[in-house]
């Protein structure tokens, strides 16, 4: 053990909590004490061995029940395995994918316990978030009890499987209910406007506008964008220009859906004709932002 970072603590039962802090991958501490263990905890997402005198055991046989965090991990260990798959299409990194399930839950071999967080819910529910999968990745989870709603970043697609069975979060919520439904909800209210139109009175609401993303006047770097509108959404081939042969990144196919573009602009302007509301927009480097009407 490390006495400068490991801690005893008296209780005001008279019972002492101990807790070995940050434990490296692979490290020991050892500790030497009378009576029984009432009580443990193992941060959730990590495996611990346990020896008492040279002779492994576990946390629940010394309690003698199953009341500590680890007990949770067996629980959702014994459960069902779901595995996320990120498609190699996948324009660039903003891909992240996040669950709730009504049990437990713990990361598995392919999941990044310093990035990707398992958070619990004030209704018990946990809520698990694979934070910016790269194109091709996986990430994986041990979860028990059935999986209550889930978002994925619009614009990427994601293959889910649990236990080694292909499936969708569709299926396993057993609704329409997750940010992939909010795609198809956009695309009814599409549908809807669109009756609307032809009733004349939603002219305004179909009337395209231009954005510009503006990098123009540096001619060494490129700025990274991204964004998404509540309509469509198509690129600009007119207004989209380059500046003196530009740089070899503006060369580089921008990525666009009907309702969202992930781009890079040099020293040159990216342009989009797009209908409805601009719903979200992040620049990364040096670049202006132009919204045209008609």
């Known amino acids: 053990a490390e006495p400068d970072t490991d801690t005893i603590e008296e209780n005001q039962d008279g019972t002492y909590t101990v807790t070995s802090v940050e434990m490296n991958p692979d490290a020991y501490d050892s500790y030497r004490f009378t009576g029984s263990i009432t009580d443990y905890s193992v941060t959730e997402g990590y495996a611990v061995t346990v020896s008492v005198d040279g002779t492994e055991t576990t946390f629940e046989e010394l309690t003698g029940e199953n009341s500590g965090s680890s007990d949770g991990s067996d629980d959702s260990s014994d459960g069902k395995k779901l595995t ?5 299409d996948n324009p660039d990194t903003y891909c992240d994918v996040s669950f ?35 194109p091709d990745a996986y990430d994986s989870y041990h979860f028990s009890g059935t999986i209550t709603d889930y ?3 619009d614009g990427y697609d994601v293959t889910v499987s649990v236990d080694g069975t292909e499936t969708t979060f569709e299926e396993l919520t057993g609704e329409n209910s997750g940010s992939s439904d909010d795609s198809d909800s956009s695309g009814d209210d599409s549908d809807g406007s669109g009756d609307d139109d032809a009733g004349g009175s939603d002219g305004s609401a179909q009337q395209q506008r231009t954005l510009i993303i503006d990098g123009t006047g540096d001619s ?19 207004r989209t220009t380059v500046t003196d042969g530009g740089l070899p990144w ?10 969202r573009a992930v781009g890079l602009v040099g020293n040159g302007q990216d342009a989009y004709r797009f209908t409805g509301g601009l719903q979200s927009v992040e620049i990364d480097g040096e670049a202006d932002v132009k919204i045209l009407e008609g």
């Open 84 to 88: 996320l798959h990120a498609s190699p």
């Open 100 to 134: 709730t399930v009504d049990g437990e839950v713990e990361y598995g071999d392919e999941a990044e316990p310093d990035t990707d967080t398992i958070e619990e819910n004030q209704d018990g529910t946990y809520t698990v978030t694979s934070v910016r999968m790269n």
């Open 151 to 153: 978002s994925v970043t």
């Open 220 to 238: 060494e770097e490129t700025a990274k964008y991204q964004f998404s509108v509540t309509g469509t959404l198509e690129r600009d081939e007119q």
């Open 250 to 259: 503006d060369k580089v196919r921008d990525y666009v859906t009907d309702s």
